[in-house]
């Protein structure tokens, strides 16, 4: 911020400038809101998610621009076809206005493809030790029991976008595998692991598999399934087994004796009804569909 305040003076003044000026026409957006949806009271939330997306491989661009009320889809820009689209029936006259205006339709995608990504190309720059910095990712291979799967589970990685996978014999393998999602960790890294059956497999051709990770930036790492190299929960390297289990056994008993009191308190209370005859009581009134239309 100090350099980007350095290389735009007066910038930060003005887009503060703005932004009282747009609380001031969110208001009067909300009070629109609240006649289209027939609404007299009460909090209610409009909210605007936009942003533009830079492919620094093809150089393609796209972005997007939508609103929401009260936590429910509004409207939408479609960059595409370079349409407004309404989520609800209230914002039907709203697109129709909207779509009519050729210039503010130009504007938009002018805006989402060409200004916006030229700021976050100048935003990437400022943050590039943080932004574009490359973590190499730590590889374990994981088994819960000698039935389970093996798990290639990679973690501390930056950026998010990784491919990990299973070969055999040098081909990737599609079948037998059963892919995470990457995940993000509590340091701003991210995981994911990769899951591999290998229930109909004998394990002396265990040394024709093997897990690669692909980052961008540096060379794959492969990690063959070799027995040695799998951690699983039998181990005890770390003497953690035994407290596990204390620990474990102290749950237990917390439990059963919270389950005694609450048995006595019902007792003394004369309270002995069964869950099933409390539920359902004083259940929330169910919301009204909403069909009026914005003139």
Known sequence: MEQFNRDHPGELEMITERALDNQQSLKAAIVYLKKCFNQTGGIHIYQR??????DDEDGTT??????????????????????????????????????QDEDGLQYQKYFYTKQCVDWLK??????????????LPRVSLLQRSPSSPVVCHATGFYPDRVVVFWRRDGQELHEQVDPGEVLPNHDGTFQVSVDLNLTAV??????????????KGIEDISTPLDPAL??????????????????????????AAAAVGVFVYKKRNGSDTSSENTEGQNPAPEAQPLTTVCS
Request: aromatic share 10%; charged share 20%.
């Open 62 to 99: 796209d972005g997007n621009l939508q609103f929401a009320y009260d936590g429910e889809d509004y409207i939408s820009l479609d960059l595409k076809t370079l349409t407004w689209v309404a989520a609800v029936p209230q914002a039907v006259r709203t697109t129709q206005r909207l779509n």
């Open 202 to 215: 004998p394990q002396e051709d265990w040394g024709r598999y093997e897990c690669v990770v692909q980052l």
């Open 122 to 135: 100048k935003y990437l720059s400022y943050g590039k030790s943080t932004l574009q910095r490359t973590e």
């Open 230 to 255: 799998i951690r699983t929960n039998g181990e005890d390297k770390s003497g953690l087994t035994i407290p596990i289990i204390i620990g474990f056994v102290v749950l237990l008993l917390t439990a």
């Open 49 to 54: 998610m936009d942003g533009c997306e830079l």
